[in-house]
């Protein structure tokens, strides 16, 4: 008789953060995140008031090392338009409205 060997599948999918990053690491990482948004949100601030009169509840997504923002009613769309002007550049994405939030919690 021959013997069959049974085959084992990996599973595939993410490893939680804790497991593969330290505390120090993931801290980092939040307060990176926070500086970027807060660069972004200056150039937010500074056309928000014009926008809002036009463009009530569109997107915004914006790309801080060149000062340039990009507005559509869809947020998808918005994020394409920016990525073909920008394709390795990070973005944030705002809600033009009074607190720029694109949810609620």
């Not at 497991?19 to 949100?41: G, H, L, P, V």
């Amino acid at each position: 008789m021959t013997e069959t060997e049974q085959i084992r599948t990996v599973r595939r999918g993410r490893l939680s953060t804790e497991s593969t990053k330290s505390q120090e690491e993931i801290d980092q990482w939040y307060a990176e995140r926070a500086a970027f948004r807060q660069r972004c949100k200056v150039i937010f601030d500074r056309v928000q008031p014009e926008l809002i009169k036009t463009h009530y509840n569109w997107y915004m997504a914006v790309e801080p090392n060149s000062g340039d923002y990009f507005i559509d009613q869809d947020e998808l769309a918005v994020v394409q338009i920016a990525h073909q002007k920008h394709p390795n550049a990070k973005i944030h994405v705002f809600h033009i409205n009074q607190t720029g939030v694109c949810g609620t919690i």
